[in-house]
C-alpha cells in the first residue's frame, strides 16, 4: 500500500539530514514542505517564534498537544535545560510512531516522553502519572476545537500557576475563534498575538501567547 505523508517525512529526515542533529532535522522537515509535500507542521517562521518564547520561558515543566510528526517537539526539545523533559501527546499511533522516529534521529528521545492518549483523557492525568504539579508551558497544536475546552480543563485540574504561558498555534488559519474570545476577554489572562503566516505559505496566521495570571 502507498506510504503515508508522515512516513515520507520520515523517509526525508532519515536521507537529508544528520543524526543528532536537531537543526538538520527542522531544516530537512522544512524542505520537504516546501519542495515536495505541504504538512501541517508549525513551520520556519512560526517556528523562530516558538523558539523565542521557550528560551524566554526557560520552562522546567512542558506540556505539547499534537505531536503530529514531532517537527515542534525537536524545536522546544533543543532548547530545554538539561535534565528538563516535554511530554507530548498524540491519540493517532501512526503519527506517533513516526514523530518517535524523528524525535529519536534528532537525539532527543530523552528530553522527550510521548504518549499516545487524546488530551481530553490525559490532562486530568498528568499530576498522578508524571508527578506534574503545573505546567510552565504549554504548546497548543492539535484539533482547534479542543484548545478551549482543553485550556478550561488545565485551570479545572490546577496545572496552571501565576505566570504559566499557553502559546497555541493557527489562532488565524485554520483558526480557534471561541479559544481566542476566551483568553482575550478573560481577566484570568494576559494575551498577546504574534503575527505570522500559514507554514509554507502567504496565508495570514498567527501565535497567540497567554500568561494566566492565577
Ligand atoms: N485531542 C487530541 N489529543 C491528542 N492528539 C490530538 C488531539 N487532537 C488532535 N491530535 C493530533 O494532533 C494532530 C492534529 C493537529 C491539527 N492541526 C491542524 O488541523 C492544522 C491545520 C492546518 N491547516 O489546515 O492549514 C495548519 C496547522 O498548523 C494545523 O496545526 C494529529 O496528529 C492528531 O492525531
Ligand atoms: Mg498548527
Known sequence: ????????MLKAVQKNATKG???????AIDYFCKHSEWAMNVGDEKGSILDSVVTEVNPSTVL????????STVRIARLLSPGTKLITLEFNP???AVAKQIIAYAGLQDKVILVEGSSGDLIPQMKERFGITTFDFIFLDHWKDRYLPDI???EE???LRKGSVLLADNVICPGTPEYLEYVRKSP????KYFPAHLEYTKVEDGLEKSVFLG
Open 1 to 8: 500500500t502507498r506510504s503515508t505523508r508522515p512516513q515520507r
Open 64 to 71: 505539547e498537544l499534537g505531536t503530529y510528526c514531532g517537527y
Open 152 to 154: 478550561k480543563l488545565f
Open 21 to 27: 542533529n536537531p537543526k538538520s532535522v527542522i531544516s
Open 94 to 96: 501512526a503519527n506517533a
Open 157 to 159: 485540574c490546577g496545572l
Open 188 to 191: 484570568r489572562y494576559e494575551s
